[in-house]
């Protein structure tokens, strides 16, 4: 009996231990409420709740100083628009999310899809994921997207075994020169654009390194602008030889159609006589559909198609925006994004003043800009338009 006693006091001992452990260990994970919480100086999180707070070492990007996650007021009848391919699925989602972390979060603009095949299922699953507005899905019809009537397919052949013996970019390529057709002069006539006056070109893989807390294409339509750029610098000569040439014969042709105010001087240092290659980089633009389908600038693009430079050379949609912009529209009505920061393959445009970088929230390295080196255009587009270039631009300079 003794020793069974004993051995049952041992049990309740050993128990009593275990049960002392197990309370240590649980006080000592459980997070203590310090003083200054219970004195109502801290919230929970750890963020000061009254003034004179004395934490060091932080900045003041507290949650009221981020830019609202939506955006009060009417919203522009507007929409961005990609033309991409289904394999183009997983680029053209990170430069949705750009835009969205940095512009639509707080927008919820609708955009605009197109292919010159269906989209399947899983592009529209993704990427309607990922856009806040409404996405919409067109199909290109054929007509806007092969050879017209009017082209010898013989000829176009020859051109592009040519340039391919050349090497020049995209010279062989018959899908690049059916989407620099398309981007001329039929995206904006597709049934689902019709529902709009005013767009944004964004393509895949680009990136926005900036906030933009403002409405875009309320800004445009504000300022009275109808065309935008971020990005300038010269065309590949051997891509365009004849393009100024028909230029200049639809000018004769149509004075009617050439603003008085033009800007001429960003195409041509004699006056017209022939062109310099300047344009504005078409992957980003932000611009009016009423415009490109006003009679002015169709009847520009249709001379330009009937001539045939789409597929005898490689004319790019970037050189034929940027020829109309400057001759059908006056000065004031072309705007550059400064404060817009871009990147697409190779270029970057970062703003070149600090002050802004830092405002915005900017993450491109200014030593990236672009707009002051000796290829790019955009310090033309300052002269001809007596605007001040920004502090600085000079350290950006080759």
Known sequence: MASGGARYLRYILFAFFGLAVIYFISSSSTPRVPSDLLDNKKDFTGIP?????????????????????????????????????????????????????????????????????????????????????????GEIPKEHWSFPEHIDQDKARKVREDMAQRKIIYGDSISYRHMCRFESGFFFRQPL??????????????????????????????????????????????????????????MKAHPEHIAKDNSMGFLSDDGGETYNHCHMWSNFEVGNLNWLRSKAYTDFFESLDQDGGFFYERWGDAPVHSIAASLLLNKDEIHFFEDIAYYHVPFTHCPTSEKQRLKLKCHCNPKDNFDWKGYSCTSRFFDINGMEKPDGYETQQD
């Open 49 to 137: 709740t009254k003034a004179g707070s004395d934490l060091k070492n932080t900045t003041p990007n507290t949650a009221g100083g981020l830019a609202p996650a939506t955006h009060d007021g009417p919203r522009m009848n507007a929409t961005f628009v990609t033309l991409a391919r289904n394999s183009d699925l997983w680029e053209i989602a990170r430069s949705i999310r750009q835009v969205e972390d940095r512009f639509n979060r707080k927008f919820h603009y609708d955009w605009v899809f197109l292919n010159d095949k269906p989209f399947d299922e899983e592009f529209k699953k993704v990427t309607t994921s990922l856009v806040s507005g409404t996405t919409h899905y």
């Open 193 to 250: 654009m019709l529902n709009y006056e005013w767009y944004w070109r964004v393509e895949p893989s680009v990136e926005l390194f900036c906030d933009i807390d403002y409405d875009v294409f309320k800004f445009m339509a504000d300022k009275k602008k109808k065309y935008s750029f971020v990005l300038s610098l010269y065309e590949y000569v051997e891509t365009i030889p004849t393009l100024w040439d028909s230029t200049k014969k639809f």
